[in-house]
């Protein structure tokens, strides 16, 4: 049996418009068991969710231009094979209705900004474990 059939990797979608945030998260995860796919705006993500590649996890930058993550989440809720994908979404300081939105609109977990890479690391490890 080839060996990678015991060594399965998670695939994470990352979406945020700040490339060097992305690359942090996407250096970070890849040490772990994951496979990070990095997209940096709600269009491109909405296509890339639409498709039927096996996505894992989803990170959410809350602040982008054009499509907000809330916008984001709302219609990736929509999409049947994703509507129980977990969302983590990364939001800012001071931004708790933002959150309220995105709890209601079906967010998974938040993680507020700055955030060090090794506690999202974890924070998805337990998504796995429960
Ligand atoms: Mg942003």
Sequence with gaps: MPSRFFSER??????????????????????????????????????????????????????????????????LRRLPHRAGTPVIMLTGKGQEADREQAAALGATDFLTKPFSPKKLLARIDELFTR
């Design 10 to 75: 998670r695939h994470i979608l990352v979406v945020d418009d700040e490339p060097y945030i992305g690359r942090i998260i996407q250096l970070k995860l890849e040490d772990g068991p994951y496979d990070v796919e990095l997209v940096s705006d709600g269009h491109s993500a909405l296509s890339r969710l639409r498709g039927e590649a096996p996505i894992d996890v989803i990170l959410l930058d809350i602040m982008m231009p054009h499509m907000s993550g809330l916008d984001v989440l709302a219609e």
